[in-house]
């Protein structure tokens, strides 16, 4: 692998080439009650079901919406770099249809996404790989309104986990009462990385789930 540049300047040449046993986590029917109520094969919240009905696993379907995307497949030769240089950060949430929202098209972004769309050393670490080898010099945040991680008990969540398995998770939930104040944290921790050389051009946004509009965070001081 050629050697990372620091510089944002376009490529001169366009883009570089490319223990212990572990302990088994227990099947949902032994979890507790409050951790049954987050599964999401088993959820039955008693105001709002996550999810209804029997389970069927959707393989079978996904493989046939695949079959029919190759028989008309126009994606040969694209080039790996994004076509608009951009980043999207966002949240998981099923809800949250990015490239939609953005208007966006394939080949013109790179879109990595996590529970909350928050910037953990994971998320660093494919940004890493986004400026530097792949060229990408914009960084847009998407997180949203009701969003998960806003009513989670953090701590009483990792104590339940480390009660059913035995084990702790050693990675934060990263838990947060305020997605507008999320969105600016995670800014803040953008900016602050050593690894990221484009930091000019980086925006926050929370994504309204009741109207689907947009609504800026201003960028946090320096």
């Known amino acids: ?31 507790s009650s409050r951790a049954r109520a987050a599964c999401c094969c088993c959820s039955r919240s008693p105001d709002k079901p996550a999810v209804t009905g029997d ?4 393989t079978p379907e996904l493989l046939a919406g695949n079959a029919a995307f190759a ?34 098209h394939v080949g013109e972004a790179h879109t990595i996404r996590n529970a909350g769309g928050v910037i953990t050393d994971d998320v660093i670490r494919s940004l890493c790989l986004s400026q530097r080898l792949l060229g990408t010099r914009e960084v847009v945040l998407v997180h949203h309104t009701g ?40 800014m803040r921790r953008l900016h602050s990385s050593p690894f990221l050389p484009c930091k000019d051009h980086i925006r926050g946004f929370v994504y309204d789930v009741a109207d689907g509009k947009l609504h800026e965070v201003g960028a946090p001081a320096s």
């Open 55 to 58: 389970f069927n696993p959707s």
């Open 71 to 104: 028989r008309d497949f126009e994606g040969a030769g694209m080039p790996a770099a994004p076509a608009r240089r951009l980043a999207v950060v966002a949240c998981m949430d099923a809800r949250i249809a990015v490239a939609r929202i953005l208007g966006l």
């Open 147 to 186: 969003c998960g991680l806003q009513s989670l008990d953090e701590q009483r969540f990792l104590s339940e986990l480390e009660t059913e398995t035995g084990l702790r998770p050693s990675w934060p939930l990263e838990a947060f009462t305020d997605p507008y104040g999320n969105v600016a944290e995670s």
């Open 1 to 31: 692998m050629s050697t990372a540049t620091t510089s944002c300047e376009p490529y001169p040449q366009g883009i570089p080439p490319t223990s212990p046993s572990p302990r088994r986590f227990p099947v949902c029917s032994r979890w």
